[in-house]
């Protein structure tokens, strides 16, 4: 576990401005790093629930980028089932590690 480091905490900053339903502190969140081939995806830590108990609610936002390497990188911010941060899916195309965040 860990906090966010500036460059996804960004990301998840522009990922919430795209949203107007919903607003989270990311300030002090933790989160754990997803086995998703490097692909950068987070899963968000809930103190309360275990993880195995937590179910995916839905996504909230979502963009599009190109890595430095030209790949398409579609990103999603989802929540879960009790409307708190879930995961920041982040999934690149060819399936190829992420070389670069956007930068905003």
């Known amino acids: 576990m860990r906090k966010l480091k500036e460059k996804e905490k960004k990301l998840v ?10 607003s989270f502190n990311i300030e002090d969140k ?8 490097k ?6 830590v809930c103190e309360n629930t275990p993880k195995e108990k937590r179910k995916m609610g ?14 398409l990188v ?7 089932n009790a409307d708190r941060l879930f995961e920041l899916d982040i999934w690149k195309v060819d399936f ?3 070389k670069s965040y956007p930068s905003f």
Do not use: A
């Not at 900053?13 to 919903?22: A, C, I, M, P």
């Not at 933790?30 to 081939?37: R, T």
């Not at 692909?39 to 968000?44: H, I, N, Q, R, T």
């Not at 579609?74 to 879960?80: A, K």
């Open 13 to 22: 900053q522009k990922l919430l401005s795209l949203t107007e339903e919903y």
């Open 30 to 37: 933790l989160v754990e790093e997803m086995d998703d081939g």
């Open 39 to 44: 692909m950068g995806s987070l899963y968000f």
């Open 58 to 71: 839905k996504e909230i936002s979502k963009l599009e980028f190109k890595d430095s390497d030209d790949i």
């Open 74 to 80: 579609s990103v999603s911010l989802n929540i879960d």
């Open 96 to 98: 190829s590690q992420l």
